[in-house]
């Protein structure tokens, strides 16, 4: 199973080397990582072209939007499973082989997310209950799972069957995908 990953960054240069380092840090690497600048006027860019040599990939977004950089990312990736994190996140060391297992253990489903935990007081102290919270009350009110933004993984081909997401600033891009893809197969948050 080929695993990309993508990352959409803007002005980032404080944390996209961690994220990148977790990621080639992983127990079972990702195949690519793609980082979309989208319009960074920092160093996000540059610090992350110094990863070429461990597979990044750095992709130039002009329109601005984390939705718009996220749809870059899936369009470009090569990977028959797409995950996506954030630029400011550190990824446990497990995560890609737990992607692969789950979507290896589970061919019906076409989308997978789960749980953050935050890294800065007060949140820090509450572990992933934040996060498992908001999708138990977002998910109860629209009826299916939904995503969260920094941990999520689908299948390549879904994206092509689904109608694009409308890019609103009224919802997170996350929940907006969540529920395109939720009218057309089976998305799971564990």
Known sequence: MYISVIIPAYNEEKTIGGVIESLVRQTRRPDEILIINNNSTDNTKQIALTYQSKGVRVIDETEQGLAVARDRGFREAQGDIVCRTDADSIIPPHWISSIELFFTNNPQTIALSGPISYIEPPLKYLGAAPSILYEWMVSHKLKHPVFIGPNMA?????????????????????VDLSQHLALVGNIRFV
Not at 155 to 160: A, L, P, T
Request: some cysteine; proline content about 5%.
């Open 154 to 174: 689908l299948r390549k081909g879904i994206i092509d069957k689904i109608k694009p997401c409308s890019h609103r600033l009224d919802i997170h891009e996350d």
